[in-house]
């Protein structure tokens, strides 16, 4: 049985610490520095996203094969306990 491909390289990663604010800010830097400027965008994050309920489920350190994805801006984004990782469609 051939073992599955390596999910692609993101564009772009950062580090974020255990708390709420910076889950977001991470998540909207990571946007910025792809060229989406979030306040600019017609959906807002809080609008598609519960970021309290996003750092509920990555926040433990401790759970570290918790991985959650999801598309906003034209941005796929990947949140692990210690990462914000994106790709941009474009």
Do not use: Y
């Not at 610490?17 to 017609?42: F, N, R, W, Y």
């Not at 598609?48 to 996003?54: E, F, G, P, R």
């Amino acid at each position: 049985m051939t073992p599955p491909p390596d999910p692609p390289k993101p564009d772009l990663e950062v580090r974020w610490i255990d708390e709420t604010d910076s889950l977001t800010e991470a998540l909207v830097t990571v946007a910025t520095e792809l060229g989406v400027d979030p306040t600019q965008e017609s959906t807002r994050l809080q609008d598609v996203l519960d970021v309290d309920s996003l750092h509920a489920l990555v926040g433990d350190t401790r759970a570290t094969t918790v991985k959650i994805s999801f598309d906003i801006w034209g941005i796929q984004f990947t949140v692990t306990p210690l990462t914000v990782a994106a790709t941009s469609d474009t």
